[in-house]
């Protein structure tokens, strides 16, 4: 997608906001065209024609002032709705993409493309499409106007346009690229104050806070550095279009007085035309800057293009287990790690089957209950459901069938329903019912809105144990009959661990994958399989 593109999903909105425009036009030459009027009955003492004429120009005026606004608020109308749209598709973006793909940029790049890249779009792109509106029914009508005066004032207007038109073009290059080193500069200040910020507690505890500062003054001197380049040439553009434009003004002033001077137009003409070339060219100064700073927006929706994934082919959806998930000679590379995580691994899990893995800390356990939920692609060897190639199926289905308990789970900043049922409308003995198997009731009876009550981002005013257990709970709400877990209950005090546990090797007619640096007696017994790496 396109500026353009997007432009043309507003539709008829668009052409309001020109029609708006033209009647901003209208009041702006009225008032040129009536003052001029007016000052022409004075020199031939006509106070009829003089009051008639203030008469218009108080009408035209009204109309100048009223239409410079409300060009201004439904601009804002459109950055709304256009804002909505790209952010929506940049999010619908991610949807597509697979864990890897998502994973190749940092959140903070993200966060860059819908804050700091949104906020370039509206203020260098649909603010100058505006301005190139404005001017160029400015530019039509007074030059249309300028030549029912003396037509020799067209050749004058189209010399001076020609330059106005022309010169900026040499530094346009020059200023996309200055634009598409400052959205890169943005996007690094973002994710450096996001790491530097999220990293607090480490550098509070081992008082190095003064990083804090000299981490935040770097990002902001190298982006304010890449905003200044950008300014730089954008100021030297507007200067040299300012130059031209004052030129041609004086070239048109100058040639009006001369035709005054022979009679050719009426004094009071020496000033419409004044006023008239003020607006033509700065209509076309308007025009000029307008049409090279849109440009430079170009390389935004380049960025966001080349990170477009194509919506994924349909492959078979997954039923059920019924009878075993297979491993068969499995290697797992992560992209740039030159040893394999994991290696030639053979393995057979059935259906309702309690496994636990276990094995020392960077041996890949995390890595095989991602590559057993179709989140890594790209392994050698096979895997199988059921019989099935995992090549062959729908990844989105198959998780549909599983619950991730995860190591670190995400704490939204919502209520706690919000944080259990992940939106999913479910019954209150449902949700009743996992709050108390994941022995959460305490915690949310203590709560002051119970289940409403609303967490902060990442949960950091609640313990460790409690976000595993609100994961927990999110894992029985869905009622996978495979769940999968990688140290779910590793937070958790020894007590609520082992009941925690033991409730997850007694799920009836559910397999369990449960990866596990500290796997107790008390549950080793319950167990099919205990798989080193
Ligand atoms: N996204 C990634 N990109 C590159 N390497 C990774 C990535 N995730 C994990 N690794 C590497 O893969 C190896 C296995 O990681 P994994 O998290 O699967 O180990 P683990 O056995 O679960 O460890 P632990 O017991 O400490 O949680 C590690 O050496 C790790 O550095």
Redesign the pocket.
Known sequence: MTFTDYLRRLKWRFWVWVGLYILLIFGITGTSVFNGNAITALTKFNVQGFLHAAGWYAAATILEVTMSVGTVIYQYHLQRLLDNDIRSDIAANFTRMTYPQY?QRADAVYTSWLTNDINTLNSHGLTFVGYIIQASCQVTVSVAVLVTYHVSLLITTAISAFFLLTVPLIYRQKLSAASAKLSERNERLTDQITDVLEGFNTLFMANRRHLLVQRIWQASDDAGKAEFDYQRFDMFTQFVINVVNLTAQLALLVQAGLLAYHHAIPVGAVITIASLSGTAFSGLTLLSFGLTTVKSVKPIFAKFAQAVVPAPPKKQAVQPLQGTIRLADVTFH????NVP?ISHLNLTIGAHQKIAIV??????????L?LLSAILPDYQGQMTWDGQDYATLDPDTLRNQLTYID?APYIFNDTIRFNITLGQTVSDDDLKHAVAASQLADFVAAQPQGLDTVLAHDGTTISGGQKQRIALARGLLRQSKIILS??GTAALDPENAVAVERLLVTLPDTTLIM?T?NLRDEIRPALDQVVT?
Request: glycine share 18%; charged share 20%.
């Open positions: 994973h992560y992209p740039g790690n995580t094995g020392p800390s960077g041996k890949g356990k995390s890595t095989m991602k190591q990688d140290e990866v640096h790496l």
